[in-house]
């Protein structure tokens, strides 16, 4: 008799950009915009924390320039 956790056999959901969808349940799609959801908003929250970085650097060395 094993011990198997049964969420250690789950199947991790991805998602391959292009990939053919027509074989999805309507569950696995709504699964799948989800993770992509997601994976957008960490994008965007990098790229604002990027940004902000970006721009406090700008400004350090624009007025740190002394004559």
Do not use: N, W, Y
Not at 12 to 40: F, K, N, Y
């Amino acid at each position: 008799m094993r011990d198997e956790d049964p969420d250690a056999r789950r199947k991790v959901v991805a998602h391959e950009i292009g990939a053919d969808l027509s074989s999805l349940s309507l569950h696995e799609l709504d699964e799948r915009v989800t993770l992509l959801e997601d994976e957008i908003r960490r994008l965007r929250e990098e790229a604002a924390r990027k940004a902000t970085s970006r721009d406090a650097a700008a400004a350090f060395f624009k007025t740190s320039g002394g004559a």
